[in-house]
């Protein structure tokens, strides 16, 4: 037989929730019986986004301006992507072409 559930406790915030779920004194299957969970569809969730300000020197932007344009894509778009793709590499090798970024500090 189970042990019973421990109550999921009151939290002040998102933060606290956070750091108490986040802990490794706190094993989520003492307050959850994952036996019954059930697999959960967001279709119209969308990942929240923020408004930056980017300066680059203006070639740079035409270049890339100019590839979107072949591409037939919107060139924030494909910035994004690029963005995307290279944050992507650097989670998957973090330690591949770190130190190669040129003028970035």
């Known amino acids: ?14 933060a606290a929730e956070r750091a108490f ?4 004194k706190n094993d ?4 959850v019986d994952w036996s019954k969970a059930t697999l959960a569809s967001f279709p119209k969730l969308r990942p929240s986004t923020e408004t930056i300000s980017l300066r680059m020197p203006e070639d740079l932007l035409n270049t890339i301006r ?3 344009r072949k591409l037939d894509v919107p060139y ?23 130190g190669n ?5």
């Open 76 to 98: 924030q778009s494909l910035i994004k992507l690029w963005c995307a793709e290279k944050a992507s590499e650097l989670t998957r090798n973090p330690h591949s072409n770190a």
């Open 1 to 14: 037989m189970s042990k019973p559930l421990k109550p999921i406790p009151k939290f002040a915030d998102e």
């Open 28 to 31: 989520s299957t003492e307050y």
């Open 101 to 105: 970024a040129k003028g970035t500090r």
């Open 66 to 68: 100019n590839h979107a």
């Open 21 to 24: 779920w986040e802990s490794p």
